[in-house]
T-cell receptor, first 114, second 115 residues
């Protein structure tokens, strides 16, 4: 079975500050990991994904995430928060073989303060 | 940029009624999914669909639920007899490929309210 834990249901940062959203996974086989963002009244949009090619993954809007197998983590970071980054962020895991469905974390609501 | 669309955006229904949620996938995508998110809870997988049949389904996807692609374009989720606990946001997602590393593209969701 696979699962994802997102620490912190709400994170607040000041504009220009570092954004760090935490995600830890559990998977019996090497996972594929994703970060999705959801803006109000919109669907889930892919920010970035890890598919074993490189441990540091760069995504859209200046976000990146680092896969750390030893820590079973895939934390999302952005050096400088912008007001437009305010949204809900979901970490998700998939794996090869039959279980292609995404298993999501509970989400982290990011608030950016002026 | 192509996108997944869903209709209606909000559906209100009485308990015991049937509802059909509709999704128009991205045109060259072959894999289709339904997920749901009960307010305040995680996004949960319901079912995946490929080549006109269900590939996988979760425990949530019981006999009250069904999916089909009736006309080669729309992908629908039917709930036969809605319960209060079916109230949730339902997301359709579509993808190009079979493997787990393939991105799934999500629609904006349908908010289902069962009274």
């Amino acid at each position: 079975a696979q699962s994802v834990t997102q620490l912190g249901s709400h994170v607040s940062v000041s504009e220009g500050a570092l954004v760090l959203l935490r995600c830890n996974y559990s998977s019996s086989v090497p996972p594929y990991l994703f970060w999705y963002v959801q803006y109000p009244n919109q669907g889930l949009q892919l920010l970035l994904k890890y598919t074993s090619a490189a441990t540091l993954v760069k995504g859209i809007n200046g976000f990146e995430a680092e896969f750390k197998k030893s820590e079973t983590s895939f934390h999302l970071t952005k050096p400088s928060a912008h007001m437009s980054d305010a949204a809900e962020y979901f970490c998700a895991v998939s794996r090869s073989g039959s279980a292609r469905q995404l298993t999501f974390g509970s989400g982290t609501q990011l608030t950016v303060l002026p | 940029e192509p996108e997944v669309t869903q209709t209606p955006s909000h559906q209100v229904t009485q308990m015991g009624q049937e509802v059909i949620l509709r999704c128009v996938p991205i045109s060259n995508h072959l894999y289709f999914y339904w997920y749901r998110q009960i307010l305040g809870q995680k996004v949960e997988f319901l079912v995946s669909f490929y080549n006109n049949e269900i590939s996988e389904k979760s425990e949530i996807f019981d006999d009250q639920f069904s999916v089909e692609r009736p006309d080669g374009s729309n992908f629908t989720l039917k709930i036969r007899s809605t319960k209060l606990e079916d109230s949730a946001m339902y997301f359709c997602a579509t993808g190009r490929g079979r493997e787990g590393y393939n991105e799934q593209f999500f629609g904006p969701g349908t908010r289902l309210t069962v009274l």
